[in-house]
């Protein structure tokens, strides 16, 4: 196929999916790893990670890498498809989401997403983690599927984030949003008997957090 044609081929895709690219959403519109290869050595593509490119004359925005992870977790179905699998498919969690959510100072050097069934990969830049989350757990961020704020909290206090850096991370969160209070008491309660409170008292754990941060419950 010639380069231009390629790459007209791929305009729809790109367009949907923030100037981004699989090379199985390519090869199912007939451009081959080959056409991919030479529009990234003409310019005309730019390689993020294995098998996901992105138009060269697309704005690189934020998040790239983990937009690239995410399309490359599910690599030949378009990013508008996915998005209706909700808590089923597959979501972006742990720091990587406090840093969607901009709350805390977190900055994994991997993309942390969460699946129903069990996933691996070689990639040191991208970690699984296979759990249940329910229809409440999930939102959309910046485009993407991610943990919320609630969950996203419980997650940090969960992979035993030291709880200073926990606390900063719900001090901003709910100055950004509506934090759902008693939700994310209910997600902290299973956590509470290893931070030194009563098993299941969410709410002694929640109140260690708000010290922490200087805050109470009166908002």
Same mark, same amino acid.
């Given at each position: 196929?010639?380069?231009?044609?390629?790459?007209?081929?791929?305009?729809?895709?790109?367009?949907?999916?923030?100037?981004?690219?699989?090379?199985?959403?390519?090869?199912?519109?007939?451009?081959?790893? =080959? &056409?991919?290869?030479?529009?990234? &050595?003409?310019?005309?593509?730019?390689?993020?990670?294995?098998?996901?490119?992105?138009?060269?004359?697309?704005?690189?925005?934020?998040?790239?890498?983990?937009?690239?992870?995410?399309?490359?977790? &599910?690599?030949? #179905?378009?990013?508008?498809?996915? =998005?209706?699998?909700?808590?089923?498919?597959?979501?972006?969690?742990?720091?990587?989401?406090?840093? =969607?959510?901009?709350?805390?100072?977190?900055?994994?050097? #991997?993309?942390?997403?969460?699946?129903?069934?069990?996933?691996?990969?070689?990639?040191?830049?991208?970690?699984?983690?296979? #759990? &249940?989350?329910?229809?409440?757990?999930?939102?959309?961020?910046?485009?993407?599927?991610?943990?919320?704020?609630?969950?996203?909290?419980?997650?940090?206090?969960?992979?035993?984030?030291?709880?200073?850096?926990?606390?900063?991370? /719900?001090?901003?969160?709910?100055?950004?949003?509506?934090?759902? /209070?008693?939700?994310?008491?209910?997600? /902290?309660?299973?956590?509470?008997?290893?931070?030194?409170?009563?098993?299941?008292?969410?709410?002694?754990? /929640?109140?260690?957090?708000?010290?922490?941060?200087?805050?109470?419950?009166?908002?």
């Amino acid at each position: 196929m010639k380069a231009r044609d390629a790459l007209r081929g791929l305009a729809e895709v790109t367009a949907s999916q923030w100037g981004m690219v699989t090379s199985a959403q390519a090869a199912a519109r007939g451009v081959t790893r =080959l &056409d991919l290869s030479r529009l990234a &050595d003409a310019g005309d593509l730019v390689r993020i990670s294995q098998g996901v490119y992105k138009n060269a004359g697309a704005p690189s925005g934020t998040y790239l890498d983990v937009r690239a992870a995410w399309l490359s977790s &599910d690599p030949a #179905r378009l990013a508008s498809e996915r =998005l209706s699998d909700g808590h089923r498919g597959v979501v972006v969690s742990g720091q990587t989401a406090a840093w =969607l959510h901009d709350i805390g100072d977190l900055r994994s050097n #991997r993309a942390e997403l969460s699946t129903p069934v069990r996933r691996q990969t070689q990639r040191a830049d991208v970690h699984y983690r296979q #759990r &249940d989350l329910s229809e409440n757990d999930v939102t959309i961020r910046d485009g993407l599927p991610v943990t919320t704020p609630e969950r996203t909290i419980a997650d940090l206090v969960a992979d035993r984030t030291d709880l200073s850096v926990v606390a900063n991370a /719900l001090r901003d969160a709910i100055r950004k949003y509506d934090l759902d /209070l008693g939700r994310l008491e209910a997600d /902290l309660a299973p956590l509470a008997a290893r931070n030194g409170h009563r098993k299941g008292d969410g709410a002694a754990m /929640l109140d260690q957090l708000l010290a922490i941060a200087g805050m109470d419950r009166e908002l």
